[in-house]
């Protein structure tokens, strides 16, 4: 008897149809696989003499971007949910409209300027960015905290008080599970706005993957502008896509 | 068990609650009701400290409750309210299961107090126990609700309008459902509610209560019989008055052995009046059947007499 | 325990005021430099203090107002309290800017012509703080959001006069603008430039796209994981991405190169800005026209309007709320997003900044900054503006 498609592909493991995996797996390939695309790219671009980034190797500036947003990130995220945690207890409730205030004001900022910002405080290199990315991203987190927090049914922190819990076990047995999603949603917005932030802290003295970009853009080499471009593209979309990932499973309501 | 003495609560300089003086003793189906405003749910939320009384005093079990962890306090009183605030993220067992986990209570006892209360409120324990509250019906989450209030066995059982969201049915039945599960424990219940059917159905002691302060404190016939004054006898409403006290009689000292017609509608013997007159009405008749709990027709009773006192007893 | 009641004690403040004497200590408000080339050495608010007219004016001025702050830490249950934090908050930022550019003069007088008196991190934290005092004691007041809007702006104006009188030329910023002064003014426009051409057809094409795709859920289901794709893209990405395209296209039909359409410069930079800001716009129309009231329709129709005009009359007027709030996140997005577009060799304030960054002129940079981060503010304020008028008296 013919075997249905539907048989043909349960027959695939399910790691193999994941396509977060098969986006991993493209990142790493991308990264591995460009310093040896000379050919491809002298085809595509024959007025270049150096047709493939080589200051640096793909995989390591990729690491060194991944290390920046994931330092930064942790930072944010456990600075910014500790802080939205605070203003939304009895003994911080005082601070919470100024608080709100300049995580809003905040984020009509752009990024570009914290970054440049930090430069003449602390200098070139990867300190600024880290600044830099670190501050902007308490802002999403700390609103979404806030957020997350706050739309627990009144009802529910009224029981959960009522049948005698502590405030600590309201927080962490109560409030937390259920401001989870939109907590990951921050997290992810925060991220997500991170690794563009940190594509352009190249200029600022980070090596990450901006880095052929910005030598690309001022070298008027379109190729390494392209080989940037892709590997950090591509950096961010699976990020989504595992951002995704995660939301899916956090969401409490089955 | 319960005793508020001249307690008082302000918010924004108004007084909710202003020197209420009030006696709950143990085992009595208190019910607080009264116009909106009236500073009820206040009162009720003053006896857990989920708010806290700014003068009197208020004991629980002859001590001021300021005197309490206010932690252990609440573990040893139950609480359901309206919109029910089941957790959402954990299985209808878990909820269940809050204070008795509260409490260190050992699995094995825990899950036969589930099984028990979701018994009790006619709700199998196989199907209901891993059901999330998003998969209830709106009577069912209510179950649920006050099953969690009953879960470690508390001395005492607070209510706020507990019934008020659900529709007519599903609220005569967990009416009746409290009543039971009132007179086969024991407990001291507060009910706080607006509606005047619901407080004379359940309660042993009426508190009437308007502008935080009591109008009149008394059980159901009294408050039906001797209003203290206009303005509880236009809450219990006077239009319909003798309505509501037939509803607190039964129809059994009414019952003659005089047969009745072979063709006439028949109660049960266990019916209030209230019943007995509806009937009649329904029917066009004068005179109804009177079956007792084996279906057995035993007698008969007259429209005439119902509305007067009974002859005997 | 009894419930709080409002004692007038302001822990807010009370902490702002600990930070701002713990930055007026420990941060330097400027920096003296014999010389571009060497960072400056500190100067402390004290000294300035000292220094500047005679020590009684700036040293009373100082004593009131720590004597008016504790007042107000702990009277904050006084209105009038509020509105004196607000004056003495806008009355300190023009007290600051004045002294340090009076320092600045000083050092001009007295030391060569390439000294440069730049603003130190001091002077920065304060201006911030006092801002925050202002939007505490503004929020406290529990005035109206227009009436919000007015005294914050005002609260600048000392400040700006300060600046305008000449007070703070000497200082590094501003002889940096004084020399650039015409590049700034084209900066600016060329940056508005940028934001226009960008803003301008992501309106008009992505409204009726917004209509298309409330209509018909699979332009829906198509639209929005194409337009969520192109946000997640870092800009520099997708900028960079458009070039080689743009250039090939240009270097192909060159009617394009001569219209302006090439590799770098404005097209590569405004049709990604365009598709950035589509989202924003996209899904806040789309989501304006959902959460119309089905009964408000149906009470349209029921009254005999045709399907057109209950579109212009209802739809649009009531989706009008939310579509604002996504154009104003689309507007300051792309504000910011400009200054990255210098890269492609767009220009605009973002021109400014990078030279500076690549030069380590901190003061070119900051020329950059602060105006983009002033647009993406006054932006945001006159959309929220537009916002609270359209919602009437509730506002």
């Keep these: ?254 | 068990m319960i005793e508020f003495q001249n307690t008082s609560k302000s918010y924004d300089g108004i007084k909710a609650v202003d020197g209420l003086s009030l006696t709950i003793a143990r085992g009595e189906f208190v019910v607080l009701i009264g116009p909106s405003g009236s500073g009820k749910t206040t009162a009720l939320q003053l006896i857990n400290r989920l708010l806290d009384h700014d003068s009197g005093r208020i004991l629980f079990e002859g001590k001021e409750i300021y005197s309490f962890n206010v932690r252990d306090l609440r573990r040893r009183m139950g609480y359901a309210i309206q919109s029910v605030g089941l957790f959402p993220h954990w299985t209808v067992e878990r909820n269940i299961a809050t204070v008795p986990q509260l409490l260190g209570w050992e699995r094995s006892r825990i899950d036969q107090r589930v099984t028990e209360l979701l018994t009790l409120f006619a709700m199998d324990p196989a199907i209901f126990r891993t059901r999330y509250p998003h998969q209830l019906s709106g009577g069912q989450q209510q179950r649920v609700g006050v099953a969690r209030a009953l879960a470690a066995d508390p001395a005492v059982l607070l209510m706020d309008e507990p019934f008020g969201a659900l529709d007519p049915v599903t609220r005569a039945a967990l009416q009746l459902e409290m009543k039971r599960v009132h007179e086969g424990s024991g407990k001291t219940i507060v009910l706080v509610t607006h509606d005047i059917d619901e407080a004379l159905l359940l309660a042993s002691k009426v508190v009437v209560l308007d502008r935080g302060r009591v109008v009149q404190v008394g059980s159901p016939l009294e408050l039906l019989s001797k209003p203290a004054n206009d303005f509880v006898a236009d809450f219990i409403g006077r239009a319909d008055r003798g309505i509501k006290l037939l509803s607190l009689r039964a129809v059994e000292p009414y019952v003659s052995s005089a047969p009745a017609a072979p063709d006439a509608p028949s109660i049960a013997i266990t019916a209030t009046v209230r019943e007995a007159v509806s009937c009649m009405a329904a029917a066009g008749v004068a005179v109804l059947g009177v079956r007792n709990s084996d279906g057995r027709v035993v007698g008969s009773v007259q429209a005439a007499d119902l509305v007067l006192p009974a002859r005997h007893g | ?395």
């Design chain 1, 1 to 254: 008897m013919a075997e249905s498609a539907e048989d043909r592909a349960s027959r695939i493991p399910r790691v193999l149809r994941d396509r977060l995996v098969w986006a991993v797996a493209l990142l790493l390939f991308l990264a591995l696989w460009l310093p040896h695309s000379q050919g491809w790219f002298a085809a595509l671009f024959p007025e270049l003499d150096r047709p493939v980034y080589r200051q640096e190797p793909f995989i390591d500036l990729l690491w060194q971007h991944v290390w920046l947003v994931l330092v930064s990130s942790t930072f944010s995220v456990v600075v910014g949910i500790a802080a939205g945690v605070a203003v939304t207890r009895p003994a911080g409730r005082a601070f919470r409209p100024l608080v709100e205030a300049i995580v809003s004001m905040g984020q009509t900022f752009p990024p570009i300027a914290v970054l440049a910002v930090a430069v003449p405080v602390v200098g070139f290199g990867e300190l600024p960015a880290l600044i830099a990315l670190a501050l902007y991203g308490l802002l999403p987190v700390v609103q979404s905290t806030i957020a997350g927090l706050e739309s627990v049914p009144k009802p529910v922190n009224e029981s959960a008080q009522a049948m005698g819990m502590t405030p600590a076990q309201v927080l962490w047995g109560v409030q937390m599970p259920l401001a989870l999603p939109l907590w990951v949603a921050g997290i992810r917005t925060s991220v997500i706005i991170n690794i563009g932030t940190a594509a352009i802290a190249s200029t600022v003295g980070a090596k990450t993957l901006g880095s052929p970009i910005i030598v690309g853009l001022s070298g008027f080499n379109t190729a390494y502008v392209i080989q940037g471009a892709l590997l950090v593209g591509l950096l961010a979309v699976t990020t989504d896509m595992a951002f995704e990932r995660l939301a899916r499973w956090v969401a409490w309501q089955r």
């Design chain 3, 1 to 395: 325990m009894r419930d709080g009641n409002d004692v007038g004690f302001n822990p807010v403040l009370a902490l702002i005021n600990v930070l701002g004497l713990g930055a007026a200590m420990a941060l330097p408000l400027l920096r003296v430099a014999p010389n571009r080339l060497v960072s400056g050495d500190p100067v402390y608010l004290a000294e300035l203090l000292q220094t500047s007219l005679g020590d009684l004016f700036p040293g009373g001025w100082v004593v009131f107002m720590v004597a008016a702050m504790a007042a107000a830490i702990f009277g904050s249950t006084r209105r009038w309290v509020h509105w004196g934090v607000v004056g003495i908050a806008a009355a300190w930022m023009a007290t600051l800017v004045w002294l340090a550019g009076y320092h600045a003069s000083a050092i001009a007088l007295t030391e060569s012509p390439l000294a440069r008196t730049a603003l130190g991190a001091g002077f920065w934290t304060l201006i911030a703080l006092s801002w925050l005092l202002c939007l505490d004691a503004v929020d406290r007041l529990q005035i109206g959001f227009l009436s919000r809007m007015v005294l914050l702006a005002s609260v600048v104006v000392p400040m700006a006069i300060v600046v305008g009188r000449g007070y703070g030329d000497e200082l590094s910023i501003m002889k940096e603008y004084a020399n650039r002064s015409d590049v700034f003014a084209s900066a600016v426009l060329r940056h508005l430039q940028i934001v226009a051409t960008a803003i301008v057809p992501t309106v008009l094409v992505g409204l009726p796209l917004a209509w298309a795709a409330y209509r018909h859920a699979r332009v829906r289901s198509l639209l929005f994981p194409f337009l969520n794709l192109v946000q997640t893209i870092p800009s520099i990405a997708l900028f960079g991405l458009f070039m080689a395209p743009l250039a090939w296209m240009a270097a192909s039909y060159p009617v394009l190169g001569r219209a302006g359409i090439r590799g770098v410069g404005l097209a590569p930079a405004v049709l990604a800005l365009f598709l950035y800001s589509l989202l924003p716009v996209v899904r806040s129309a789309v989501a304006g026209l959902q959460q119309v009231p089905g009964a408000v329709k149906t009470a349209a129709r029921g009254m005999g309007m045709g399907a057109v005009t209950i579109f212009w009359r209802v739809e649009v007027p009531l989706a009008l709320p939310v579509l604002l709030l996504g154009l104003r996140a689309a507007v300051v997005q792309t504000i910011g997003l400009a200054a990255v577009t210098a890269l492609v060799g767009a220009g605009g304030l973002g021109s400014l900044m990078f030279e500076g960054l690549f030069s380590g002129a901190n003061e070119l940079v900051l020329l950059g900054v602060v105006p983009i981060v002033v647009l993406a503010v006054l932006a945001d304020g006159v959309f929220k503006a537009l916002s609270a008028v359209l919602k009437g008296p509730a506002a």
